[in-house]
């Protein structure tokens, strides 16, 4: 017998993610659509990880307008991390219906209930099915 969590995490949509844009990669958009050289765009970049890291380190997150903020945060063994929320303008240029153009693993899901997919697994599953 499946768990309702495998049918869910099987039948869930979600976006198919490619290869990681760089650096160098994101450097080289910003100076084909600025004029600035990827030089001073990478040596800027840099200093902005630089800037993070050093109010990140004195306990002050950064707000950065249209990127979102950075914060630091520990855990029980006292190691710390960065905590990364996004601006409310990047997560709502993202969702602009028909703007994204990268693929979704079961697209035909979207918009369905936990019972929709559960139903699904069992049609497909009909020897381990999930009960209810």
């Not at 495998?6 to 080289?28: C, H, L, M, Q, W």
């Not at 958009?29 to 109010?55: H, W, Y």
């Not at 063994?77 to 601006?87: E, K, L, M, V, Y």
């Amino acid at each position: 017998m499946a768990a309702m969590i495998e049918a869910i995490r099987a039948y869930s949509p979600r976006v198919k993610i490619g290869s990681t844009a760089d650096i160098f990669e994101v450097a080289n958009f910003i100076a084909g659509r600025s004029g600035i050289n990827e030089g001073a765009i990478l040596n800027v970049m840099s200093e902005l990880r630089e800037a993070i890291t050093f109010f990140n380190m004195a306990g002050r997150p950064v707000r950065l307008r249209g990127l979102g903020t950075f914060s630091p945060t520990i855990d029980l063994d006292g190691r710390f991390d960065i905590n990364h929320r996004p601006d409310k303008h990047l997560l709502s240029e993202i969702n602009i219906s028909g703007r994204f153009n990268g693929d979704i693993v079961n697209r035909d899901m979207l918009g369905k209930t936990a019972d929709d997919l559960v139903e699904r697994w069992n049609k497909e599953h009909p020897m381990d099915r999930v009960k209810k």
